[in-house]
């Protein structure tokens, strides 16, 4: 099965500093894709961020990019321009095309963001 | 709108009593599944269903029920709940076999069982 690693289970960044949460996983298939999700206080999970295994191209969603590195199965998230919202607990997420019936998540970064 | 639901959204039970968490989406999903987030565990599957009456065990099956007599919804049961099972359950959607269609989440369940 697959497994996704999330090394860093709480980090802190200061308000309008870039901050980077790291993710890595293992399979051994070749067409996935892998999700950033945010779960604020509130409980409810937002997809952040999304790419695609067979682009090279690193996602982008504003504020919110990703360094992903197929050879080294990493897939980073970078928060730029921090702000308060974005205090969350942020899992990371893969989906592989093969087995599509299931997404398996990491076991979450904390986030806090110091005004 | 387009939304997961479910319902309580917070539950607190004795064991052995059971119990029944449900959840519908308005999206016309084929794909249901449901989840348990646990401290340092993040989410793990406890079933999924890529249809009516077609339902199927995740990682963690053990204690729970599922059924799908409907699209719209997915049930998740507790026959007879135990303190392991204290948890948050999120249930999720999303059309099957489509990869650029995210999981969409209900808003959890807090389930408490003493």
């Known amino acids: 099965a697959q497994t996704v690693t999330q090394s860093q289970p709480e980090m802190s960044v200061q308000e309008a500093e870039t901050v980077t949460l790291s993710c890595t996983y293992d399979t051994s298939e070749s067409d996935y894709y892998l999700f950033w999700y945010k779960q604020p206080p509130s409980r409810q999970m937002i997809l952040v961020i999304r790419q695609e295994a067979y682009k090279q191209q690193n996602a982008t969603e504003n504020r919110f990019s990703v360094n992903f590195q197929k050879a080294a199965k990493s897939f980073s998230l970078k928060i730029s321009d921090s702000q308060l919202g974005d205090a969350a607990m942020y899992f990371c997420a893969y989906w592989g095309l093969y087995n599509f019936n299931k997404f398996y998540f990491g076991s979450g970064t904390k986030l806090n963001v110091k005004p | 709108e387009a939304q997961v639901t479910q319902n309580p959204r917070y539950l607190i039970t004795v064991t052995g009593k059971k119990l029944t968490v449900t959840c519908s989406q308005n999206?016309?999903?084929?794909?249901m599944s449901w989840y348990r987030q646990d401290p340092g565990l993040g989410l793990r599957q406890i079933y999924y269903s890529m249809n009516v009456e077609v339902t199927d065990k995740g990682d963690v099956p053990e204690g729970y029920k599922v059924s799908r007599k409907e699209k719209r919804n997915f049930p998740l049961i507790l026959e007879s709940p135990s303190p392991n099972q204290t948890s948050l359950y999120f249930c999720?959607?999303?059309?099957?076999?489509?990869?650029?269609?995210?999981?969409?989440f209900g808003n959890g369940t807090r389930l408490t069982v003493t």
């Open positions: 999206m016309n999903h084929e794909y």
């Open positions: 999720a959607s999303s059309l099957s076999r489509d990869p650029n269609s995210p999981l969409h």
